[in-house]
């Protein structure tokens, strides 16, 4: 009985602190429309801060909760909205998830960066450890006891706030219609500013509180996927009910602890189970509850997209073939091999085009596919040992299908979910699948076989060989990935083109008018997703051959979530957005950082200096996400229609062209290096439509006749003196108006 009062009041407290967590989530998406993910990231923040004020700098503990509950945690909702979350209106969910997803991986590299996560940390019970009381032979320590009655309390407060107080009415008037409540004379982005402070407050009082309890290290990755198991909670109550947002808190710990507390302790299942037990109430929570009416009409976004034909797309694929190929001629061996990972992770991108960009449909999970496919053709595509292992290809094709199927197997409970909710699904999948499978060392027997998952914690995967083609050779495997890049992107472009593609298309726009006309909703959206599994199940093989060795670290959710966001980033709705987002994850970051990592190490004095450079790109990176919301169609939107404008600037295109020849002369004669020329044409794409644009004003303005001079253009002071030029007039100043002295009127030199 002690035993079962014990693990009560443990997993009662745990429930306290998730249910302050999910209650700040229920407060900000009530009243902005926006599911916060980086709510786990501000608490993280927020209790690194607070560790900083009392152990590094030896405040009063009661002065540092004050400082960080009382302003910190307030500023910095108040902060995001104001500069980030208000300007979200009108965008798509993918847009709003992964402007908060940026938000979150921008403030776990800002911690790791302050705060060195190879030293421990730990955060002292409020009133110690030693304060405590015994109730019936159960030890109830002080800090349990204020996570008991800050929930209540919290819960209550919002409670009273939404139903009974005019702010709250006004907080949740701010998202359903904010046209109507400023013609009420109020102010929503006031009302939206408050309830993102509070939400922000109730993070890091939950942060705060958690930290102890866990009894383990303050790390920031594990930190924030730890407030994260809140979300399970938050949608227990749909993002709506405060009292149902605490009881499922409370159904949360309860469970939680009582899995440590009852089932067997041998082995690793327990705790893995345990780790993963939030994520799977997520995902049988968000399946079992019911969902909203399909949307009837199209809601317009900002979001614009233009589909490629099957012959541009041929071309174009055709070009980047040949332009890597002369690329791979610039670069030393570790650099094909870093670019061959990078074309990999653009591979697992496109499966986020066909997917995301075409269907709408969303995945915040896709290297947990890749994960799968790594998994079955690391067991069934090995042949050889030692250093004459090779990868085959009937290894690669059955982790595809098996792939396929598991995408297909994941998407079917999940069927009836759509924007939010299926997005929170597929992260419950990743979340399980990286603490469930492939924490799993142990071994097992099955039909007189024994096998381990994952062996040593590692997958060691050789290169594949397909007849005389073997990937070992770091150009070879660059140039098959590159090849099979450009045969999905035909692929995938022939498929938008097709009486298929046209439904995905529908389905995005108004799922309940595609229904209506006869199309089967559930049959698109299980192939689209088992399309989508198989191509980055593909890409996480050849990113698993490539990288040689694998663990379980390669495919943690923040890894899919970066993803992600680079391809939004970099337009989500286009072949080339996967691309470059793929590249921007496997090459630029890593590349950037490494090389900062490399010269820290070679000069001592200047460490310091490229270890903040270092850190500064991965934040960059994030900050790149939170301004997607301003240009949700992604920057290649605005390329590609930059340089729409530069047909009639022939001259500029032609110019550019030369340019590029003359780099690459100059790289191939090794007068510059590889990645300088990689960034001067970088430089030369970015720029050409800046100066044809320059080109074409200033043709305009030359071919302009006389008479239609400030008819078809602005009548400015240039076209003034040149009409005096042309007319033989002399040519006259621009007035200048006279201050006038008080009483007076002003008067013209």
């Given at each position: 009985m002690t035993t079962f009062l014990t693990y009560t009041i443990l997993g009662l407290v745990l429930g306290a602190v998730y249910s302050i967590a999910a209650s700040g989530l229920v407060l900000t998406y009530n009243t902005s429309g926006i599911f916060n993910f980086a709510h786990g990231a501000q608490a993280m923040f927020g209790t690194f801060l607070f560790w900083q004020f009392t152990k590094g700098w030896g405040w009063p503990v009661w002065l540092a909760a004050v400082v960080v509950i009382g302003v910190v945690g307030p500023a910095m909702g108040a902060a995001l909205h104001a500069v980030i979350m208000k300007g979200l209106r009108d965008t798509a969910d993918v847009t709003k998830i992964i402007v908060t997803v940026a938000v979150m991986l921008g403030a776990v590299y800002l911690a790791h960066w302050a705060w060195n996560p190879d030293e421990t940390r730990t955060v002292d019970m409020f009133f110690g450890a030693d304060a405590k009381l015994t109730v019936a032979g159960v030890v109830i320590r002080y800090h349990e006891i204020v996570c008991l009655v800050a929930a209540v309390a919290i819960a209550v407060g919002l409670r009273v706030l939404f139903t009974r107080s005019r702010m709250g009415v006004v907080m949740r008037g701010s998202v359903d219609d904010p046209d109507l409540l400023r013609l009420n004379g109020h102010d929503p982005e006031r009302a939206a500013m408050l309830s993102w402070a509070l939400g922000s407050t109730l993070a890091v009082i939950a942060g705060v509180l958690v930290v102890p309890i866990s009894g383990g290290a303050l790390e920031a990755n594990a930190l924030t996927l730890l407030v994260i198991d809140a979300f399970a909670a938050a949608m227990f109550g749909r993002l709506r009910s405060i009292p149902r947002t605490f009881v499922g808190a409370m159904v949360l710990g309860l469970a939680a602890t009582y899995v440590l507390a009852y089932l067997p302790s041998a082995g690793t299942l327990t705790g893995n189970l345990r780790v993963s037990l939030p994520m799977i109430?997520?995902?049988?929570?968000?399946?079992?509850?019911?969902?909203?009416?399909?949307?009837?009409?199209?809601?317009?976004?900002?979001?614009?997209?233009?589909?490629?034909?099957?012959?541009?797309?041929?071309?174009?694929?055709?070009?980047?073939?040949?332009?890597?190929?002369?690329?791979?001629?610039?670069?030393?061996?570790?650099?094909?091999?870093?670019?061959?990972?990078?074309?990999?992770?653009?591979?697992?991108?496109?499966?986020?085009?066909?997917?995301?960009?075409?269907?709408?449909?969303?995945?915040?999970?896709?290297?947990?596919?890749?994960?799968?496919?790594?998994?079955?053709?690391?067991?069934?595509?090995?042949?050889?040992?030692?250093?004459?292992?090779?990868?085959?290809?009937?290894?690669?094709?059955?982790?595809?299908?098996?792939?396929?199927?598991?995408?297909?197997?994941?998407?079917?409970?999940?069927?009836?979910?759509r924007g939010l909710y299926l997005a929170l699904a597929t992260m419950a999948f990743g979340v399980f699948l990286s603490n469930m499978v492939l924490r799993d060392t142990t071994e097992h027997?099955?039909?007189?076989?024994?096998?381990?998952?994952?062996?040593?914690?590692?997958?060691?995967?050789?290169?594949?060989?397909?007849?005389?083609?073997?990937?070992?050779?770091?150009?070879?495997?660059?140039?098959?990935?590159?090849?099979?890049?450009?045969?999905?992107?035909?692929?995938?472009?022939?498929?938008?083109?097709?009486?298929?593609?046209?439904?995905?298309?529908?389905?995005?726009?108004?799922?309940?008018?595609?229904?209506?006309?006869?199309?089967?909703?559930?049959?698109?959206?299980?192939?689209?997703?088992?399309?989508?599994?198989?191509?980055?199940?593909?890409?996480?093989?050849?990113?698993?051959?490539?990288?040689?060795?694998?663990?379980?670290?390669?495919?943690?959710?923040?890894?899919?979530?970066?993803?992600?966001?680079?391809?939004?980033?970099?337009?989500?709705?286009?072949?080339?957005?996967?691309?470059?987002?793929?590249?921007?994850?496997?090459?630029?970051?890593?590349?950037?950082?490494?090389?900062?990592?490399?010269?820290?190490?070679?000069?001592?004095?200047?460490?310091?200096?490229?270890?903040?450079?270092?850190?500064?790109?991965?934040?960059?990176?994030?900050?790149?996400?939170?301004?997607?919301?301003?240009?949700?169609?992604?920057?290649?939107?605005?390329?590609?229609?930059?340089?729409?404008?530069?047909?009639?600037?022939?001259?500029?295109?032609?110019?550019?062209?030369?340019?590029?020849?003359?780099?690459?002369?100059?790289?191939?004669?090794?007068?510059?290096?590889?990645?300088?020329?990689?960034?001067?044409?970088?430089?030369?794409?970015?720029?050409?439509?800046?100066?044809?644009?320059?080109?074409?004003?200033?043709?305009?303005?030359?071919?302009?006749?006389?008479?239609?001079?400030?008819?078809?253009?602005?009548?400015?002071?240039?076209?003034?003196?040149?009409?005096?030029?042309?007319?033989?007039?002399?040519?006259?100043?621009?007035?200048?108006?006279?201050?006038?002295?008080?009483?007076?009127?002003?008067?013209?030199?």
């Amino acid at each position: 009985m002690t035993t079962f009062l014990t693990y009560t009041i443990l997993g009662l407290v745990l429930g306290a602190v998730y249910s302050i967590a999910a209650s700040g989530l229920v407060l900000t998406y009530n009243t902005s429309g926006i599911f916060n993910f980086a709510h786990g990231a501000q608490a993280m923040f927020g209790t690194f801060l607070f560790w900083q004020f009392t152990k590094g700098w030896g405040w009063p503990v009661w002065l540092a909760a004050v400082v960080v509950i009382g302003v910190v945690g307030p500023a910095m909702g108040a902060a995001l909205h104001a500069v980030i979350m208000k300007g979200l209106r009108d965008t798509a969910d993918v847009t709003k998830i992964i402007v908060t997803v940026a938000v979150m991986l921008g403030a776990v590299y800002l911690a790791h960066w302050a705060w060195n996560p190879d030293e421990t940390r730990t955060v002292d019970m409020f009133f110690g450890a030693d304060a405590k009381l015994t109730v019936a032979g159960v030890v109830i320590r002080y800090h349990e006891i204020v996570c008991l009655v800050a929930a209540v309390a919290i819960a209550v407060g919002l409670r009273v706030l939404f139903t009974r107080s005019r702010m709250g009415v006004v907080m949740r008037g701010s998202v359903d219609d904010p046209d109507l409540l400023r013609l009420n004379g109020h102010d929503p982005e006031r009302a939206a500013m408050l309830s993102w402070a509070l939400g922000s407050t109730l993070a890091v009082i939950a942060g705060v509180l958690v930290v102890p309890i866990s009894g383990g290290a303050l790390e920031a990755n594990a930190l924030t996927l730890l407030v994260i198991d809140a979300f399970a909670a938050a949608m227990f109550g749909r993002l709506r009910s405060i009292p149902r947002t605490f009881v499922g808190a409370m159904v949360l710990g309860l469970a939680a602890t009582y899995v440590l507390a009852y089932l067997p302790s041998a082995g690793t299942l327990t705790g893995n189970l345990r780790v993963s037990l939030p994520m799977i109430i997520l995902f049988v929570v968000l399946v079992v509850l019911p969902q909203d009416r399909l949307r009837g009409a199209a809601i317009r976004t900002r979001e614009r997209y233009r589909a490629p034909t099957v012959r541009s797309a041929a071309v174009w694929g055709a070009v980047l073939v040949g332009v890597v190929f002369l690329y791979s001629l610039l670069l030393e061996d570790s650099g094909v091999t870093t670019l061959a990972l990078g074309m990999t992770f653009a591979i697992i991108a496109l499966s986020l085009t066909v997917l995301t960009g075409y269907a709408g449909e969303l995945n915040l999970a896709p290297l947990s596919f890749g994960a799968i496919a790594t998994i079955v053709a690391f067991h069934f595509g090995i042949q050889g040992t030692g250093l004459d292992a090779r990868l085959n290809v009937q290894g690669v094709l059955l982790a595809v299908a098996f792939t396929a199927l598991v995408g297909g197997l994941v998407a079917l409970p999940a069927l009836r979910l759509r924007g939010l909710y299926l997005a929170l699904a597929t992260m419950a999948f990743g979340v399980f699948l990286s603490n469930m499978v492939l924490r799993d060392t142990t071994e097992h027997e099955l039909f007189g076989m024994k096998f381990t998952i994952f062996p040593d914690g590692a997958l060691v995967v050789p290169p594949l060989k397909i007849g005389p083609l073997d990937l070992r050779n770091g150009t070879t495997a660059l140039m098959t990935a590159t090849v099979l890049f450009a045969v999905l992107a035909v692929g995938i472009a022939a498929l938008r083109n097709s009486g298929y593609g046209r439904r995905l298309a529908a389905m995005k726009d108004s799922p309940a008018a595609s229904a209506m006309l006869g199309q089967n909703l559930v049959r698109l959206k299980l192939s689209v997703f088992m399309i989508s599994a198989a191509i980055a199940g593909l890409g996480g093989v050849l990113m698993s051959s490539a990288t040689g060795s694998v663990a379980q670290e390669t495919f943690i959710i923040t890894a899919s979530l970066g993803l992600v966001m680079m391809t939004v980033v970099a337009g989500i709705g286009y072949i080339s957005g996967a691309l470059i987002g793929g590249l921007m994850i496997g090459v630029g970051a890593h590349v950037l950082v490494g090389t900062f990592t490399d010269l820290a190490l070679e000069h001592e004095a200047a460490a310091p200096i490229y270890t903040a450079l270092g850190n500064l790109v991965l934040v960059a990176t994030a900050l790149v996400g939170m301004g997607v919301g301003k240009n949700p169609s992604g920057f290649v939107h605005d390329i590609v229609e930059s340089y729409r404008g530069l047909r009639a600037a022939k001259p500029v295109l032609y110019g550019g062209a030369a340019l590029g020849v003359l780099l690459y002369a100059l790289a191939l004669a090794d007068v510059i290096g590889a990645w300088t020329f990689a960034i001067a044409a970088l430089c030369v794409i970015m720029l050409l439509p800046v100066v044809g644009r320059m080109v074409l004003e200033e043709g305009r303005r030359r071919a302009t006749p006389l008479a239609l001079v400030g008819v078809d253009e602005p009548y400015t002071d240039e076209l003034r003196a040149r009409l005096d030029r042309e007319l033989g007039l002399p040519v006259t100043h621009r007035p200048v108006p006279i201050p006038a002295t008080k009483g007076e009127a002003s008067v013209t030199a």
